[in-house]
């Protein structure tokens, strides 16, 4: 047999390995404590849950989809403007995507040809970077570094790489470094994009989850913003919603329309019943949206100011539902520390390495355990002496 040379590119995913790294240790009677994955275990409110159910014992809506119904289209452009103060078009600047994975792994088959270069974030989000390799991109990173606060710094991107590039993809709140961006760093953002011709895609997935009373907005609420790209938005931590798959593309109405031409040609829509759940959660009490926020906050206080207690130091996150930690200072790989980690407390964690070069030295943790297990996790790894200097 014979195999597209793309694949060659592509390995299997790293949360593909740790989930087999996780099914061998439960396999051998271990406690594991999953800190890998950011699937969230807080559950869509009441009213959410009704509205799927409702849906789904209606046969009428086991139809293909085939478009995005009226009705979500309105709720998106509803939230937004009640949330964000944007103002959208819900015909013509909204289109679903099934979970904002599948349009980061799809959007550049819209955007870019074979060679054509994008512009990616270092340390990113794996499909940032996969998304534009399966389009046959050529990726630029742009370290973010600790010393910028984990802010892309756009004059340190070559003269010559910026006239090349088309697509530039960034996200605040930030996976894995959970940095936020103020507004200075969206001015020029835009100005940079509108320079050189560049679409922006602007990953927002973690905008309600931000602790410590800050308040965290929309790229597309600055001026300019939908002239040069689109933000992408998720219900998947905010509402609890992540295996339902519900995300969405917003904004530069070119943009959006080549999206939905391109999805038109590969998927039937979003499940009936998943609309309705959707629309629900974004036009009823939001309430639950506080609380799932006060959750993850309360996580982060328990596992980072733990973890410092026991010797390895670990800020709080400002906001997502992750933890960026530097790596003991008597390890250099992150690979092999979350290995040794894993092997000696039963604790999983994910490699900085897996998220880009500049991802190296860090392991990101996810706060998708309740207290008890954060504590635990906290004990074992303080009885295994793993992060005392040797």
Not at 307 to 332: D, K, N
Request: charged letters at 20%; one cysteine or more.
């Amino acid at each position: 047999m014979k195999f597209a040379k793309r694949m060659d590119a592509f390995g299997s995913g790293i949360f593909s390995v740790l989930a087999q790294m996780k099914q061998q240790k439960l396999k051998e009677g271990c406690h594991v404590v999953d800190l890998s994955v950011g699937a969230p275990n807080i559950p869509p409110a009441p009213h959410i849950v009704k509205a799927l159910l409702d849906a789904t014992a209606d046969t009428k809506n086991y139809v293909y989809a085939l478009n995005d119904l009226p009705e979500l289209q309105d709720a998106v452009a509803q939230w937004y403007q009640r949330r964000y103060g944007v103002q959208l078009d819900p015909r013509t600047e909204v289109v679903s995507l099934l979970g904002s994975q599948e349009g980061l792994a799809h959007i550049s088959l819209s955007i870019v040809d074979e060679g054509d270069v994008v512009l990616v974030p270092d340390p990113c989000y794996p499909v940032f970077g996969d998304g534009p390799l399966i389009a046959g991109a050529t990726r630029y990173f742009m370290p973010m570094r600790r010393e910028n606060d984990y802010l892309i710094d756009f004059s340190q991107i070559p003269e010559e790489i910026a006239q090349k590039a088309k697509l530039m993809i960034v996200s605040y709140p930030n996976n894995p470094t959970t940095a936020m961006a103020p507004d200075w760093f969206y001015e020029k953002l835009i100005a940079f994009a509108k320079k050189y011709d560049i679409i922006v895609l602007h990953d927002n997935a973690y905008s309600e989850l931000v602790f410590d009373g800050a308040h965290c907005g929309s790229f597309l609420a600055y001026p300019g913003a939908k002239e040069v790209g689109v933000e992408f938005n998720s219900l998947s931590k905010t509402y609890g919603l992540a295996g339902a798959r519900i995300g969405f593309c917003i904004g530069n109405r070119e943009v959006v329309k080549k999206l939905s031409v391109l999805k038109s040609n590969m998927d039937y829509g979003m499940f009936l019943p998943i609309q309705r759940a959707a629309i629900a959660a974004l036009t009823g009490d939001q309430s639950c949206v506080a609380v799932t926020c006060k959750a993850y906050q309360d996580r982060r206080d328990i596992l980072c100011d733990g973890l410092s207690a026991i010797g390895w130091p670990v800020e709080r996150c400002s906001s997502t539902m992750f933890v960026w930690a530097e790596i003991p200072s008597h390890y250099q790989s992150s690979q092999q520390f979350v290995l040794d980690l894993f092997e000696k407390t039963g604790v999983l964690v994910t490699p900085g390495s897996a998220f880009g070069p500049s991802g190296e030295g860090h392991v990101r943790m996810a706060l998708v355990q309740d207290a008890s297990e954060m504590r635990y996790a906290i004990e074992a790894i303080d009885k295994s002496g793993i992060v005392k200097a040797r």
